[in-house]
């Protein structure tokens, strides 16, 4: 089982995490290379640098928390002529929290004023020691999350 970092905007992690037609996760603009590095059974947390795509208010926030689901990436007519590949999340209850207070403790900050270096890169994987700070600061249940 491993753990990973997701980025989106809080408005596209939120529509993810509460389709009607389930929680679903997309990376990268939708390209498929990334999320078939992530299996069922691991555990992803939604970070969102701002609100909306393309700008706009600061959200600097983790979003939502969840585990993969068994089966592959799958392609999802959006319209328009996008066809993102997806991933099926289970996601936990868990409260929005900002990223702001865990900078100190994360593993992952290599470097305290260049912290949001890795997040341009839309997925990378994290410690286990890492993803249960940020299930803490979400309130979100180890349980749920195999812990």
């Known amino acids: 089982m491993r753990n990973w970092i997701a980025v989106a905007s809080a408005e ?3 529509r993810g995490r509460d389709d009607a037609g389930g929680g679903f996760m997309q990376v990268c603009h939708g390209r498929l290379a990334p ?4 299996r069922p059974g691991d555990r992803v947390a939604y970070y969102a640098p701002g609100l909306a795509m393309g700008g706009g208010p600061r959200c600097q926030s983790f979003v939502s928390i969840g585990v993969v689901q068994p089966g ?7 319209g328009g002529g996008f066809v ?3 991933r099926g999340v289970a996601y ?3 409260r929005e929290a900002s990223i702001l207070p865990l900078l100190d403790v994360l ?3 290599d470097d305290r004023q260049h912290w949001g270096y890795k997040f341009r890169f839309g997925l990378f994987e994290i410690g286990d020691s890492d993803m249960r ?3 803490e600061a979400m309130e979100a249940s180890r349980v749920l999350l195999h812990f």
């Open 72 to 78: 592959e990436p799958y392609a999802f007519d959006m």
């Open 84 to 86: 993102p590949y997806r």
């Open 12 to 14: 596209h992690a939120r």
């Open 107 to 109: 593993e992952f900050v």
């Open 92 to 94: 936990v209850p868990a």
């Open 133 to 135: 700070r940020i299930a």
């Open 35 to 38: 999320i078939r590095r992530v």
